[in-house]
């Protein structure tokens, strides 16, 4: 599972019956000191994110258990929405200047 933040989504008219139904967002993968990486993945959204949201996305088989569909054609699936992130004696850049 990785941090990431909403950035996009994609709209694809024509797709796998296993998709269909299913809202497609971009995600740019987040170090977890609230820096970007450079790639960015398309998931598939199961709890309603939206654009700019942290997130947090579960990949591979996990990702298709969450689509209750083991033969389904998803590699990654957001699974929650970040409201706050707390570690034990490492500040996360005042959450991420607040996650701007």
Do not use: C, F
């Not at 296993?18 to 967002?25: A, E, F, I, P, W």
């Not at 994110?49 to 689509?67: D, F, I, Q």
């Not at 569909?69 to 699974?79: C, F």
Request: aromatic share 4%; hydrophobic share 45%; proline share 2%.
């Amino acid at each position: 599972m990785w941090l990431g933040k909403v950035v996009g989504t994609v709209v694809a008219p024509t797709k796998n019956d296993t998709l269909v139904g299913s809202k497609l967002l971009i995600v740019q993968p987040l170090n977890l000191d609230g820096m970007n990486t450079i790639s960015l993945q398309v998931a598939v959204d199961t709890v309603g994110a939206g654009n700019g949201e942290t997130v947090l996305v579960s990949t591979g088989s996990s990702a298709r258990r969450v689509m209750n569909n083991e033969n389904s054609a998803v590699d990654a699936a957001i699974v929650g929405i970040v409201e706050t992130i707390e570690t034990e004696g490492i500040s996360k850049a005042q959450y991420w200047v607040h996650k701007g």
